[in-house]
C-alpha cells in the first residue's frame, strides 16, 4: 500500500481546510489510519486517527473539536477536516498506516507514510 496525502495550502486563521489520503492497492479495509503533522523544529506529532471501520477515532487535545477524521473505504481514502484553524497549526501534515485494530499515537508505530502536505496558517 502507497499513500498519497493532498489538500493542503495557505489559508487564514479561523478557516478551514480538508487534507485527502488516498491508499493504493487493496488492503486499506485492513489498515488503522492516522495524520500526524510536524512544524519547523518540532517533532512529528500525532493529530487524529480512525480504526479501519470508522468505529472509533481518537485526537490529540490541541485539535479535539476543531478536526475531524473520517475515511471511505470505498474510496480508499482517509481525511481530516480541520476547522478554526490556528497559526500554530502551521506544519507538514502526514497520514499514516498501521496494521493495529486501535487507534495508536506513536509515530514509529506505524508501517506506512505519506510524503506530506504543507499547511500553512496566516495570523
Known amino acids: 500500500v502507497q499513500l498519497q496525502a493532498s489538500g493542503g495550502g495557505l489559508v487564514q486563521a479561523g478557516g478551514s481546510l480538508r487534507l485527502s489520503c488516498v491508499a493504493s492497492?487493496?488492503?486499506?479495509?485492513?489498515?488503522?489510519m492516522g495524520w500526524f503533522r510536524q512544524a519547523p523544529g518540532k517533532e512529528r506529532e500525532f493529530v487524529a486517527g480512525i480504526t479501519w471501520n470508522g468505529g472509533f477515532t481518537d485526537y490529540a487535545r490541541y485539535v479535539k473539536g476543531r478536526f475531524t477524521i473520517s475515511r471511505d473505504n470505498a474510496k480508499n481514502t482517509a481525511y481530516l477536516q480541520m476547522d478554526s484553524l490556528k497559526p500554530e497549526d502551521t506544519a507538514v501534515y502526514y497520514c499514516a498506516a498501521d496494521h493495529s485494530t486501535v487507534v495508536v499515537t506513536t509515530p514509529r508505530l506505524y508501517d506506512l507514510w505519506g510524503q506530506g502536505t504543507l499547511v500553512t496558517v496566516s495570523s
Open positions: 492497492g487493496r488492503t486499506f479495509t485492513s489498515y488503522t
